[in-house]
């Protein structure tokens, strides 16, 4: 547990400002935030807030640290690459201020424990990468009273708003359905600049400190959109909509959705070792890797197809129905999806490579460049 009374030197710089002093740092080592990811986002607003002497902070995430992460999760060190996220942020924390208790979920946010997890907090972070949590997210602060804190980022570009439905909208009346995942790439498909969600989750931190403490104006009914190129920010209003399934007159969301619907049984996951023997033997199979250009320049598997996700649902007349197919990709996921929207559009034998091309890299070609 904190302390009972914040430590004066350290906060000797919050306790000048009168709109803080010693009555708004007590009510910070009061209070509590949940972070919903440590990465790009989570990392500098997990950082600050700890910082700043935020009584109790929640770290959800149930990843580990992998290389690729480090060059924007500033929460993680080399040694961490293969520890769970979790517990390497909770020991950076832990150095940084040992005031602040650390209180980690290692485990996927669902429609079962979201409302337990998030009724715990005062704030809710979202430091997510995926739209379907996202709007679990949202969907569950409606419920609670809880106010969303959001932001996400891509390639040079960024967005932050804090949402809460009891005094203004929230990220349903902005977006009002869960989009296609193939027509939005994350961050490991598109590429982020380091340094952007730096920016954006220390903007996140800032709001929710400013919440915390009941001061300034939060960006409730407001969005930040930030240009790195340019070095700029817009400001766009947003407005309640009455229509708005969670938060609306006549709500429609009652339950917040899981954040992952079901694969097809049709669609079967195919190890490395498997797919190697494969090729090599069936002269009918199809293999199609579903990543972006820049990633197929890296490695990608002699015989393969290159059909971005994105591409997928456009190029299906070039395919044949009657060849076997399995998707790759560079961890799993992604062809996981492809290889569902194709058995959907009636290709009778689809599987994808469990595991991705790392897990080839691992398993069958260990020359292959691993990123």
């Known amino acids: ?47 600050y807030l700890a910082a700043a002497g935020v009584g109790r902070i929640g770290l959800l ?3 580990e640290v992998d290389e690729s992460n480090l060059h924007r999760q500033i929460l993680f060190r080399t040694r961490d690459v293969g520890a769970s996220k979790v517990e390497a942020a909770r020991a950076t924390l832990a150095a940084l201020n040992p005031d602040v208790e650390l209180v980690t979920h ?15 907090y005062d704030v809710i972070l979202d430091g997510t990468d995926n739209f379907p949590t996202r709007y679990l997210i949202n969907d569950t602060c409606v419920r609670l009273g809880k106010p969303d804190v959001w932001a996400s980022v891509f390639r040079f570009e960024g967005q932050v708003a804090v949402f809460d439905a ?7 009346c902005l977006f009002p359905e869960v989009p296609p995942a193939e027509e939005i790439p994350s961050c490991a498909e598109a590429g982020v600049l380091g340094v952007l969600p730096g920016i954006l989750g220390t903007t996140q931190a800032l709001e929710a400190i400013k ?13 930040l959109l930030f240009d790195a190129l340019a070095l700029s920010w817009r400001e766009l209003a947003l407005a309640k909509d009455p229509g708005c399934p969670a938060c609306g007159d006549r709500p429609a969301v009652s339950q917040p959705a899981p954040p992952a619907q079901a694969v097809p049984a049709t669609v079967m996951a195919v190890d490395a070792g498997a797919l190697d ?8 199979l199809v293999v199609i890797d579903c990543r972006e250009p820049f990633e197929w320049d890296i490695c990608h598997l002699a015989g393969s197809r290159l059909i971005p996700l ?13 060849r076997p197919v399995v998707v790759v990709c560079h961890r799993g996921p992604r062809s996981h999806h492809a290889a569902s929207l194709l058995s959907q559009a009636g290709f009778p034998d689809v599987g994808f490579l469990a595991g991705g091309l790392d897990a080839w890299a691992r398993q069958v070609d260990a020359g292959m460049a691993r990123y």
């Open 211 to 223: 919440l915390l403490l009941g001061i300034g104006q939060p960006l409730i009914g407001r969005l």
């Open 166 to 172: 009891r005094t203004g909208p929230c990220y349903r």
């Open 106 to 120: 290692a485990e996927r946010l669902d429609a079962r424990n979201a409302a337990e997890i998030l009724g715990g």
């Open 277 to 284: 023997q494969r090729m090599r033997e069936d002269e009918a």
């Open 310 to 322: 994105r591409e997928l649902g456009t190029r299906l007349p070039e395919l044949d129905r009657a």
């Open 61 to 63: 995430d149930s990843d």
């Open 1 to 47: 547990m904190p302390p009972s009374e914040p430590n004066l030197a350290r906060y000797r710089g919050h306790l000048s400002l009168p709109e803080v002093g010693i009555a708004g740092q007590r009510k910070l080592a009061q209070s509590s935030v949940l972070c919903i990811g440590t990465g790009g986002l989570g990392s500098p607003a997990s950082l």
